[in-house]
């Protein structure tokens, strides 16, 4: 009888089905007017597929999108009827998931512009000039840009690996571990390899409470800025290193 997975994962860093779409766009370099939606949605459906895998509580709307792309994927697959001069015209399936990803996308790139104002504000002051000479001058932290989609993908294919490279009979004897052991052991890891490690090389055992406690780990050391992420180009690998002090 195998026992419960003790580790129950909430993020809320997941923004919504929409987020996730837009997010998958930009990675393929899809044109967002001509979505190709049997590719959308394979991809959609491996990143839910990797969420249920870590048993991350998954909101009710992106498996309500999940059902619209399958939809919409069937509706693509059936054959093309010719139309007559006098038949009216029939609406693309895609459109009015194109018009919400379009308009979700307008307003986040509202959203983004207002932070980085936000932000340039947060950096005048009104007090008078005052020479800080016994300070040290700070030099700006390297946080990296990869997100949390990102870094779920990256999941995905640690998940496949694995499974590839998993023996078809085995039998593992281990003691569980905490998120907090975790984080000092991937600490300790980092401190050893200053040039950073690839973040597949973090998940040194198979087990499924193994994989899901190194990933919440990451993320929990990512969010106390004590490691960041880095990706040169879409696809590549992804690096951990650990944050500067």
């Known amino acids: 009888m195998n026992e419960p997975n003790p580790y129950q994962v909430k993020l809320d860093t997941f923004e919504g089905p929409l987020d996730l779409l837009l997010h998958l766009i930009q990675r393929y370099e899809i044109d ?3 979505i190709p939606v049997a590719q959308i949605t394979e991809q959609y459906l491996q990143y839910l597929h990797a969420m249920q895998t870590i048993e991350l509580n998954i909101a009710s709307e992106y498996l309500v999108m999940a059902a619209t792309l399958v939809a919409i994927k069937s509706q693509m697959l059936l054959p093309k009827q010719k139309l007559e001069e006098e038949e009216e015209y029939i609406e693309d399936p895609r459109e009015a998931l194109m018009q919400r990803l379009i308009e979700y996308r307008k307003y986040k790139e509202a959203a983004e512009r207002l932070k980085e104002k936000e932000s340039d504000e947060s950096k005048i002051y009104t007090r008078p000039p005052y020479t800080f000479n016994d300070l040290q001058k ?3 932290v ?13 999941l995905t294919n640690v998940l496949q690996r694995k499974k590839w490279n ?16 975790k984080m000092l052991e991937i600490n ?43 990706q040169e180009r879409h696809f590549d690998s992804i690096y951990v290193f650990l944050m500067e002090e």
């Not at 390297?142 to 990256?154: K, L, N, P, T």
């Not at 890891?189 to 406690?213: C, E, H, W």
């Open 138 to 140: 700070s030099v700006p």
């Open 32 to 34: 967002i007017y001509d």
């Open 166 to 181: 998993a023996p078809l009979e085995t039998t593992i004897n281990q003691r569980e571990v905490t998120l907090e052991e």
């Open 188 to 230: 300790d890891v980092l401190k050893n390899n200053p040039s950073g490690v690839l973040f597949d090389q973090l998940f040194v055992y198979k087990a499924k409470a193994q994989i899901v406690v190194t990933f919440m780990a990451i993320l929990e050391l990512m969010k106390n800025n004590k490691v960041y992420c880095k």
């Open 142 to 154: 390297e946080r990296g840009s990869i997100s949390i989609y990102d870094m779920v993908g990256a």
